[in-house]
C-alpha cells in the first residue's frame, strides 16, 4: 500500500488492495489443516474473505463472533439478527442483532 488512506483510494485502488490481500490469505490456506481447506469450500462468496481472516490471521474477537454466529446461521444475516438461540454463549454478543431503543 502507498501509505495513502485506503478511505481516500478510489474505488479501483480500494478494490486492488482487497484482492492482494485476498490472495496472500488463499496463499496461507495452503498451509492450513486440511478441515480448514475444506471449510472454506461451503463458505458463500460474500464472506470469504472474513474467513479468511479469521482462519489464517489473527483478528479481533468481533471477528470470529461474527465468523461463527453466521456459519451456524447458514451464512445468513437476517438469521443472526432473528436468532433465538438464547442458552448460546454468544447470544447477547452476537453480530446484527437490532438495536436497542
Known amino acids: 500500500m502507498t501509505g495513502k488512506s485506503f478511505l481516500k483510494m478510489t474505488k479501483e485502488e480500494r478494490q486492488a488492495v482487497v484482492a492482494k490481500k485476498h490472495a496472500i ?8 489443516p486440511t478441515k480448514i481447506k475444506e471449510g472454506y469450500k461451503n463458505v ?5 474473505n472474513l474467513y479468511l481472516a479469521v482462519m489464517v490471521e489473527k483478528t479481533t474477537k468481533t471477528q470470529r463472533i461474527k465468523l461463527k454466529c453466521l456459519d451456524c446461521c447458514c451464512w445468513d444475516k437476517e438469521e443472526v439478527r432473528q436468532c433465538t438461540m438464547k442458552q448460546c454463549a454468544l447470544w447477547e454478543v452476537r453480530p446484527y442483532k437490532p438495536k436497542e431503543n
Open 25 to 32: 490469505r488463499v496463499e496461507k490456506l495452503d498451509r492450513m
Open 44 to 48: 458463500p462468496k460474500s464472506m470469504q
